[in-house]
């Protein structure tokens, strides 16, 4: 049974001295530099790593990983006796833990100096991808990675303000992200750092800083080439903040929420506090706790609704301990998934007091719910069963690349769930903090994913390298940080992994991680995404669910396997943690289209070698994937399956299967600039059945098809429907079972009116209408928001429409827009969805791409005003529209 859950907990302190805990965000003002150095970089590896003989980016997805090649031996010293000790915290075994070498490394490198001179460095503000910017890299083998310059040696300087008051206070570094083997100096000493670049992570600058005086910070990272199956960004891509506190202190995500018993009644929160003490004296510290209830936007509403008896702790020098403690909540505000349910949340705010006085204070945000995995029917969430209709999504934020933006996420989000998505997998890594605190607030449940590869590699230069050394401290950080999110229901300890082929071996591995996951949250299961592991391998047994990928249904796999892990694994959920990878691009229509069910994308038969496009009739999929029809069909024979997360929610940078030569997927069912393909209709019709809706498709704008055989299918909630051409009834068509589209397919294109009307039980459910529209005219402007925040953060997606005089899409315009600005504001990227694109995101000049493309404006900081946006174009309309930035 799994129980309660929360954010990761932090206090957001005022910026005075006097307060206990400070969180300062330093994402402001840094100094950026490509490369180290001339002669300086084998001093400053992290280690040696093997030789990297040939590329090979665009293998097939679902290749088989290799065992880890051996690198040679270093031929100067490395900087990892100094790195590792930053993970110690997160190895339970004290007799594991690394100490640290009694002597500095000893480099002389000018920019880890106080008196370099950076000045004609770049400036940056973080969250920083250094490579989104481009350019493209049209030719090699990079379009694995998003053909666009990840890898290399960055660095970041920056002066902290450090005041004289700061002295004997504890002084950390939290770096929520950064791509990759992040190395740390402060003042010219190594303070730390971490290699695994999607995780969150600590150092501690007490011993290094110079209270009152100048305090220079480096940060060093080495994104390895060959290191990534799809775009990973490069550089610190997420926030950077400053904590300081009282040498006792609540430890770095010191805090774990617990609900074992929740009713409508009452629910019972159980909390441990752990306390820090980094002083040299021992200490003795009273621990309390206040639970207030969280409004829709996260503030506190009202007074305390319990309060946590105060617990004692005696700390030696040097120590950590552990305060317990219950209360019961009466009538609890439960957190549970939209729309049946709201996500309700509270905050645990803990104040820490030594000597009568506070020396901190800490919150701790979660939500109360009950979760419970059921083998027959799946997941129900208080009570009520929840099918997974969950989508898996990669890291990236489309145009803005890596580097987080929590409204570019919020959109992302937003898009889904008004599909009806209701669960997201974290694909595959642990996510930026901030996206989580949004699941929590939307209601959006979670599988938290750590691992993509464990020893066994699938890159030359992958995470396989660091995997035996950083695993634990890995998997401990992610699931310290993340454990008190309502939001997470599922711990995933790797995806595909190579030792789902090695038998015995590999299973050691999942027992060992699984056994971690327990050890720091029992009360959520793990899972281990498998392609390959049939139900008789030792794998699946090491974990607490079976989630399988294309397993269930797949070009490969006929039939699904379904039944075979549930003959094997009766008392385990078993779900698809991947589904279909059907491919498309966003209005591209090819013709003929199969009959099938489902087919590969095959040259003339789904895909167009010359445009590097894939037919968006939805039918059409990966070499190892399948459409979503057949997808359906598979889960729907076997009640037992708890759900799907299909590959993938949005398009993404990298792996563009079929076409390794473009810049982005194409698996998506919104693309790279955010705007929906067909295959999203399909989706919101199963899983919003109570929606009156009915999606046509192809558009009905064909010059020179006149007379052809052109299909025509529709998507709809309804369970039949009749389609009408210029008036004449094609027929009344009614859905069977396991079939889940209506397909006219010998349709004969005519111009004028294509017209559906969908039914349910009889009676008229929806109707919609395509006609064919005229030629090119004018450009339209539509913002997802007219006002925005002036912080330099906010963002307005402005979406561009090319239209024909009476204000009808033109499905296959291609006109070439300028976009401009004018006011307190900046066009941060543009993006028109083309997956063979590789216009530079900065790009103010664009193609559209089917009739539409986006613009993605900020305001600046601080200044409030109107900010006009304008669109032109040769021989067109041109369209302008005002938003307002306010403070």
């Known amino acids: 049974m799994l129980l309660c859950a929360g954010l990761a907990a932090f206090s957001t302190a005022a910026a005075a001295a006097a307060t206990p805990r400070e969180r300062v965000l330093i994402n402001a003002e840094w100094r950026f530099q490509m490369g180290d150095p001339a002669g300086t970089s084998d001093s400053l590896r992290y280690d040696v790593r093997p030789e990297v003989k040939a590329s090979e980016d665009g293998k097939a997805a679902d290749a088989v990983p290799d065992a880890a090649v051996k690198a040679g031996a270093a031929q100067a010293a490395v900087l990892k006796p100094w790195i590792l000790p930053t993970g110690n915290a997160f190895i339970r075994d004290p007799a594991r833990r690394h100490q640290r070498p009694a002597e500095e490394p000893r480099l002389d490198v000018p920019y880890l100096k106080a008196g370099y001179d950076d000045s004609a460095w770049k400036r940056v503000n973080l969250p920083h991808d250094w490579a989104i910017a481009g350019p493209f890299l049209e030719q090699g083998p990079y379009g694995g990675v998003g053909r666009l310059p990840s890898w290399g040696i960055g660095w970041y300087r920056k002066q902290l303000a450090i005041p004289a008051t700061d002295k004997g206070r504890s002084i950390f570094l939290d770096v929520e992200g950064a791509m990759s083997y992040a190395s740390v100096w402060l ?20 011993p290094y800083v110079v209270p009152g005086g100048a305090n220079t910070l480096a940060i060093r990272l080495d994104n390895p080439p060959e290191s990534s199956r799809w775009y990973p960004g490069g550089g610190i891509y997420r926030n950077v903040w400053l904590t300081k506190t009282d040498p006792v202190h609540v430890g770095q995500w010191g805090t774990h929420v617990k609900t074992p018993r929740v009713g409508k009644a009452s629910a019972d929160v159980v909390l441990d506090v752990t306390v820090d003490n980094d002083s040299g004296a021992a200490a003795s510290v009273e621990v309390a706790t206040a639970i207030y209830s969280l409004d829709e936007k996260g503030a506190r509403s009202g007074g305390a609704v319990a309060s946590i008896a105060p617990a004692r702790i005696e700390l030696a020098a040097g120590a950590s301990g552990k305060a317990s403690g219950s209360v019961a909540i009466a009538n609890p505000r439960l957190w549970g998934p939209p729309p049946t349910q709201r996500p309700n949340r509270y905050v645990a705010v803990t104040t820490v007091k030594r000597g009568g006085t506070v020396v901190d204070s800490y919150e701790t945000r979660f939500g109360v719910r009950e979760v419970r995995m059921d083998p027959d029917k799946g997941m129900f969430v208080n009570g009520e069963h929840i099918p997974f209709k969950g989508v898996n999504n990669h890291h990236d934020l489309g145009a803005l690349g890596a580097a987080f933006n929590v409204r570019a996420a919020e959109r992302q989000l937003e898009i889904l769930a008004e599909m009806g998505t209701n669960a997201l997998r974290m694909s595959h890594n642990p996510p930026a903090p901030e996206l989580l605190e949004l699941t929590d607030r939307m209601g959006i449940v979670v599988i938290d994913e750590v691992f993509d590869v464990w020893e066994r590699k699938k890159t030359a230069l992958d995470t396989h390298l660091i995997f035996p050394d950083w695993h634990e401290q890995d998997l401990r950080a992610m699931l310290r940080r993340d454990r008190n999110h309502p939001s997470v229901v599922i711990w995933s300890i790797g995806n595909e992994v190579g030792e789902q082929y090695s038998g015995e071996a590999g299973a050691a591995i999942g027992r060992r991680l699984t056994a971690i996951a327990h050890e720091e949250d029992p009360s959520r299961p793990t ?69 099938a069910l489902t087919s590969p994308v095959r040259p003339d038969a789904g895909g167009d070698c010359a445009t590097r496009q894939v037919s968006a009739y939805e039918l059409y999929a990966a070499d190892f994937g399948t459409s979503a029809d057949r997808s359906w069909a598979a889960q729907d024979q076997y009640p037992f399956v708890a759900g799907e997360f299909v590959w993938s929610g949005w398009d993404y940078l990298g792996e563009p299967t079929p076409f390794y030569s473009s810049r982005s997927s194409y698996s998506g069912m919104i693309d790279l600039a955010g705007f929906k393909k067909d295959r999203y209709y399909l989706y919101q019709a199963r899983w919003r059945p109570e929606l009156p809706l009915a999606h046509i498709l192809p558009h009905w704008t064909w010059p020179g098809r006149e007379g052809k055989v052109t299909p025509v299918h529709v998507f ?26 209506l397909r006219w397919d010998l349709v004969t294109y005519e111009p004028g009116e294509l017209k559906v009307v969908a039914y349910k039980q009889g009676k008229e459910w929806a109707a919609s209408t395509v006609r064919t529209v005229g030629a090119a005219a004018r450009l339209d402007l539509a913002p997802d928001r007219r006002q925005i925040r002036a912080d330099g953060l906010d963002l307005s997606f402005v979406t561009l429409r090319v239209a024909d005089k009476d204000g009808n899409t033109v499905p296959m315009a291609k006109n070439q827009v300028t976009f401009s600005i004018e006011g307190p504001g900046e066009i941060v990227a543009t993006d028109n969805g083309d997956p063979t694109s590789f216009v530079p995101f900065p790009s103010a000049q664009r193609p559209a791409f089917n009739g539409l493309a986006l613009a993605i404006i900020r305001g600046k900081p601080g200044q409030a005003g109107a900010i006009t946006v304008r669109a032109e174009s040769a021989s067109l309309q041109g369209a302008s529209v005002t938003l307002q930035a306010v403070n």
């Open 716 to 741: 709809t909630s309804g369970d039949e429907a009749e389609l009408f051409v210029n008036g004449k009834s094609q027929g009344r068509k009614k859905r069977s079972e396991f079939e889940y589209r």
């Open 527 to 595: 899972m281990t995404a498998m392609n390959f592991a049939r139900a008789d391998m030792p794998l699946p047994a090491t974990v607490d669910m079976i989630s399988v990928n294309y397993q269930g249904a797949g070009i490969r796999t006929n039939p699904g396997r379904f039944p075979e892990f549930r003959a094997r694994f009766p008392d385990k959920v078993i779900f698809s943690s991947e589904s279909a990878s059907a491919l498309s691009s966003r209005g591209e229509y090819q013709f003929p289209v199969t009959g």
């Open 187 to 206: 003042n010219g000493k190594l303070v730390g750092g971490w290699p695994y670049g999607y995780n969150s992570w600590r150092v501690d600058l007490t």
